[in-house]
């Protein structure tokens, strides 16, 4: 049984609704009453298990994606510009977040966030070593342990099982934000999950 | 130059985020102190257009917007039931609503929302010749000189009208809404309208 009282947020930097949501985890939790569990996952692992495909390649819903974003970066104050980078494999960042996760898990969203910065605000590159580290430094984390790690076998364990976990609790996109049985996709049902757990509370 | 103080509202009787957010338009009107201008669309055509295809065919996805679909339901305090048509081909439906827009479109919305509630909580067949003239006479239209004007070529012409325009405007699904140049698609982008329509006013 899904633990009914933690809010879990699984995300991936490469996704640009992903680093939206993440910006609003603190007001969530704080609207909601109820904590928010930062969780690594790959997208592109969710996408291979469930038959999905990157939403962007049809060009109509590219363009409107873009205006979508930006309209979405103006409406919370956060900035945005498409990397040039996109779409990215962020096999190693995703790593990184779940070394940082064993390491010290309450480091876990300052350095998501710090990571979704790089990507989404900066144009920088996430699965860059010297980027990594300086995302840990930012959020308090030690960086010489914590890339030593990103290769260690339980950290890959860890990230393989954050997937399958989303999968098997109905993902096929990211984010992907479950409160118990209760799925919701997407940045945009934000304040659906909030009213949604003020109803059921 | 599109009008920026109307609200286009492109929608599809057969798709049910179009149904959750026609329930929504006159709040939406209220709120940002535009008028609304239903528009009906053939979303078939769009998709056919757009090299776009229906969000459902993925079976993890399908799940997930059953569930999503009975909240924003609940959320918005409606009916809701998945059609045992669905998907179903609605150009009859989407025909007779061009024709209500030839012959009186102030009744349109009301004519509109009684056509969604047969498809989405009544299990009803909104392609059908007596449901759509059961749903122009509640929305006080003859029924006897609509359902006759079906076949007009000018009623097929404004319904290929509206769908190509929709088209230039960026739609690749529904409901497809404009403000300006501005596109909002989906049901979950209504707040985040008025919050736009308040910030550029």
Redesign the interface.
Known sequence: MPDTRTIDFFFDIGSSYSYLAATQMARISQETGLPVRFRPFLLGGVFKA???DMPAK????A??ML??MT??A??YGIPFQLNSRFPLSTLRTQRALCAAERLDATKLPAFALALFHTFWAEDGDPTNDAEIAKAATQAGLDPAPLIASIDAPETKDLLRANTDEA?AR????APAIYVGD??F??N??L??LV??VR?TA
């Open positions: 469930t038959g999905n049809l060009p109509a819903k363009r409107y205006e979508d309209r979405w103006g409406d999968v109905g993902a096929f996109g209760m799925m996709w997407g945009d049902r304040d659906l009213r949604s109803r």
